[in-house]
């Protein structure tokens, strides 16, 4: 059994996906004389390894040189594609077997525990840069609701705070001049947030003129209060950002979870690291973040599709 020549594979990588089909072909009839594998098992084992080879092929370089590093952008790749993760965790064992086989005998093995990464049953949704401008614009600040609505906004993006933690937060949760709030995560873990002068104003102004008129006579602990003065639930904020986003002309649905995947998505865009996001997001654990690095994939692979000469 042959596997085809990788499409989009240009000349001066030839020799090298050459070489590449020439060990897949090895090891693929390896499995078919001396593993019986059924021809139905051997189509899809060509398959997947005929995306590795194209991937080799892409960053030219033989396949029996690829490194772990490698492997792991090549199924990082397959995640940001939007492949299910049943076919991602079929090719990692496809790979992992071709390099048992390509390096039995040899102390160094690549692709040896590979693991697709933790599934997610989709990419997480965020907005543009543009469309969080648009969103936060969208609140009339001549209103105490507006006041409100729009220190909620912009807190939110600066913070990512998930939206109970936001609701949850008392005025002496934030220090203002600091610019940087205490808030309780999951599992009660408290963690420190930054947020920026934009949010940080926003607030003042809000405390200053909207949530007193809000409030009226009532006291709350909470610092954002609804019309009557009462804590404003995550239903009643859901809406508020509901009827934003169609204001602002962001033509699909948004949520306050979008906005967290926002700010963590535009920061890892711009550099930041990702063990800095996880801390401010209160993730425990570092896989959890780095579905991040699957969305940023994803839109520079669109990128690149879009604007390169020769796709």
Partial sequence: MLVPRPHGVNE???????????????????????????????????????KLAAFAAGIDMAVERLE????????????????SPRSVGRLVASVRGFYRFMTAGAAENPAADLQAPRAWKALPKFLTVDEVDALVAAPDLSTP?????????????ATG????????????????EGGVLTTLGKGRKERMVPFGDEAADRIRRYLAEGRTTLLG?????????????????RMGFWKILKAYGLQAGIGRAISPHVLRHSFATHLLERGADLRAIQMMLGHADLSTTQIYTHVLDARLRSVYERFHPRP
């Fill in 68 to 83: 772990r590093a490698h492997l792991e952008r090549f199924v990082r790749g397959l995640m940001a594609e939007g492949r």
């Fill in 161 to 176: 705070l998930r939206v109970s933690e936001l609701l949850a937060l008392t005025p002496a949760h934030l220090d203002l």
């Fill in 217 to 233: 006579r009532r006291t709350s602990p909470r610092l954002f209060v609804n019309a009557r003065g009462g804590s404003l639930s």
């Fill in 145 to 157: 609701r507006g006041l409100r609505d729009r220190a909620l906004l912009e807190l939110l993006y």
């Fill in 12 to 50: 001066a990588a030839g020799a090298r996906t050459i070489s590449a089909v020439v060990a897949i072909d090895r090891y693929l009839a390896h499995l078919e004389l001396e593993r019986r594998v059924s021809p139905h098992t051997l189509d899809a084992y060509a398959l997947d390894l005929g």
